[in-house]
């Protein structure tokens, strides 16, 4: 989710924990200013010093958005798999039985 608060790009995202998956994931923020760089992060972990590693796999994850964005025409160009029917229920290629009359004898 984002949002612009005071000029700021506010992005909060969850990250899912490492070792107690079951638990409710943490909630992970950054601000961002509107040259892109980092103003404050924070997260709910303990270990949370705006540092820790969940910030830091938020920001890698806005860095990978990033570069992956494509121009509208070219999203719309692509299929998702999704888009194209599916070919696993479909034979590879058509056997025709021979007749009879036709198989040879070795």
């Not at 949002?3 to 961002?32: F, M």
């Not at 994850?61 to 999203?75: L, R, Y």
């Amino acid at each position: 989710m984002t949002q612009t608060i005071h000029g700021l790009l506010y992005i909060k995202s969850k990250c899912i924990r490492q070792t107690a998956q079951r638990e409710a994931p943490y909630d992970v923020w950054i601000l961002v200013t509107e040259e892109g760089s980092i103003e404050t992060a924070g997260c709910q972990c303990i270990g949370d010093d705006g540092g820790c590693k969940h910030v830091v796999a938020l920001l890698l994850s806005v860095a990978n958005f990033k570069s992956s964005i494509n121009t509208q025409e070219q999203v719309q160009d692509q299929k998702t798999c999704t888009d194209i029917l599916c070919t696993w229920n479909k034979p590879r290629k058509c056997n025709k039985s021979k007749r009879v009359i036709d198989i040879e004898r070795r």
